[in-house]
């Protein structure tokens, strides 16, 4: 029995496998979609695909709402990228183990609520994880030795991100620790971007990031179709989901990920407590009313297992999960079972 096949009916469209184009790293111009007033646009920012798509009766007004886009998903990305020695990110990296670095209001934020998902998974979410992170190769297919993962993991704990959000300033409370905003930087991006296409009149549209994206409306009388790719099967879907005004956040340990000579998948999804791949799950897909929560929520959920994870969701307002485990089995939160009976 395939997975489609196990979804609630009312889940269940279609089982046609989900094209998908990389884009181009260089700007691409906006281009008609399938009917008068649609235009989309793409382009290779913070490291994944960025697409946007809308509908706008005037052209020039479209064009100008999905440059500003592409403009925040850049701005974000100068500021929250690790791999840019001039970003606030890098800057924090670099000084905050020696002293309490001052920090913009979004970053001071932004950390704010990485501190609340921490504490309402136990710790299966934390950014702080990056010290262990930082010596994963997937690329190259190199993880560390257990003896260089000790004194990363001894790092991590998000207890040690002292933030005082009164002064704004950010310390780290022992020597090694490092952040990674990966857990929910294109949640807060897809999230500023619909907020932008708000402010410009624009009533529908889908802002996508990756495995992010935030839907603004509807497809004007049609809901968004919203593919979640089979874990395992390239190419195939486990379901098209039909959505309007809601975020989407599907993880999964086919992302970025190599298998080792021992035949161990080792995968970017990094449980914080051991500092290697979490186990137990293939992929995790939240529905949330904001992309930030949703991002986060799926690396939690991941982390945390099928069980507890459920657990967790079902005990959040507003939030619904489809979770595929480590044997392919397809688990639902209580909200999408609801809807499907």
């Given at each position: 029995?395939?997975?489609l096949?196990?979804?609630?009916a009312?889940?269940?469209?279609?089982?046609r496998?989900?094209?998908?184009?990389?884009?181009?790293?260089?700007p691409?111009?906006a281009?008609?979609?399938?009917?008068?007033?649609?235009?989309?646009?793409?382009?290779?920012?913070?490291g994944?695909?960025?697409?946007?798509?809308?509908?706008?009766?005037?052209p020039?007004?479209?064009?100008?709402?999905?440059?500003?886009?592409?403009?925040e998903?850049?701005r974000?990305?100068?500021?929250?990228?690790p791999?840019?020695?001039?970003?606030?990110l890098?800057?924090?990296?670099r000084?905050?183990a020696?002293?309490?670095?001052?920090?913009?209001e979004?970053?001071?934020?932004?950390?704010?609520?990485?501190?609340h998902?921490?504490?309402?998974?136990?710790?299966?979410?934390d950014?702080?994880?990056?010290?262990a992170g930082?010596?994963y190769d997937y690329?190259a297919?190199t993880?560390?030795?257990?003896?260089?993962l000790?004194?990363?993991?001894?790092?991590?704990?998000?207890?040690?991100?002292?933030?005082?959000?009164q002064?704004?300033?950010?310390?780290?409370?022992?020597?090694?620790?490092?952040?990674?905003?990966?857990?929910?930087?294109?949640?807060?991006?897809?999230?500023?971007a619909i907020?932008?296409l708000k402010?410009?009149?624009i009533?529908?549209?889908?802002?996508?990031a990756g495995g992010?994206?935030?839907?603004?409306?509807d497809r004007?009388?049609?809901?968004?179709?919203v593919?979640?790719?089979?874990?395992?099967?390239?190419g195939?879907?486990?379901?098209?989901?039909?959505?309007?005004?809601v975020?989407?956040?599907?993880?999964?340990?086919?992302?970025?990920f190599f298998?080792?000579?021992?035949?161990?998948?080792?995968?970017?999804l990094?449980d914080?407590r051991?500092g290697?791949?979490?186990?137990?799950?293939?992929s995790?897909?939240?529905?949330?009313?904001?992309g930030l929560?949703t991002?986060?929520?799926?690396?939690?959920?991941?982390?945390l297992?099928?069980a507890?994870?459920?657990?967790?969701?079902?005990?959040?307002p507003?939030?619904?999960?489809?979770?595929v485990?480590?044997?392919?089995?397809?688990?639902?939160?209580g909200g999408?079972r609801?809807a499907?009976h």
């Amino acid at each position: 029995m395939g997975l489609l096949n196990m979804l609630p009916a009312a889940w269940r469209r279609s089982t046609r496998p989900a094209t998908a184009t990389r884009p181009s790293a260089n700007p691409a111009p906006a281009s008609p979609v399938d009917e008068p007033g649609w235009v989309k646009a793409e382009q290779a920012i913070m490291g994944t695909a960025i697409s946007a798509e809308l509908w706008c009766e005037d052209p020039a007004q479209a064009q100008a709402a999905l440059a500003a886009v592409m403009a925040e998903m850049h701005r974000i990305d100068a500021a929250m990228s690790p791999h840019r020695p001039e970003s606030e990110l890098s800057r924090i990296n670099r000084e905050a183990a020696e002293h309490a670095v001052p920090l913009s209001e979004e970053m001071a934020g932004l950390i704010a609520r990485a501190l609340h998902f921490s504490e309402l998974s136990g710790g299966a979410f934390d950014i702080s994880y990056a010290s262990a992170g930082q010596l994963y190769d997937y690329r190259a297919g190199t993880a560390p030795s257990d003896a260089a993962l000790g004194p990363a993991r001894e790092a991590i704990g998000y207890r040690g991100l002292l933030l005082d959000r009164q002064q704004r300033t950010l310390r780290f409370a022992r020597p090694g620790m490092r952040i990674d905003l990966g857990g929910f930087a294109k949640g807060h991006a897809v999230d500023n971007a619909i907020a932008l296409l708000k402010q410009r009149g624009i009533r529908h549209a889908m802002v996508a990031a990756g495995g992010d994206s935030h839907l603004l409306g509807d497809r004007r009388g049609r809901p968004w179709m919203v593919a979640v790719r089979d874990p395992r099967e390239a190419g195939a879907n486990i379901a098209v989901l039909p959505l309007q005004d809601v975020a989407i956040s599907t993880s999964g340990d086919y992302e970025r990920f190599f298998i080792a000579s021992d035949g161990r998948r080792h995968h970017h999804l990094l449980d914080p407590r051991t500092g290697r791949s979490a186990e137990g799950v293939r992929s995790v897909t939240i529905l949330a009313d904001d992309g930030l929560t949703t991002e986060a929520l799926s690396k939690t959920v991941f982390v945390l297992g099928a069980a507890a994870g459920l657990k967790l969701i079902d005990t959040l307002p507003g939030v619904d999960a489809v979770i595929v485990d480590g044997n392919g089995q397809l688990h639902f939160s209580g909200g999408l079972r609801q809807a499907g009976h």
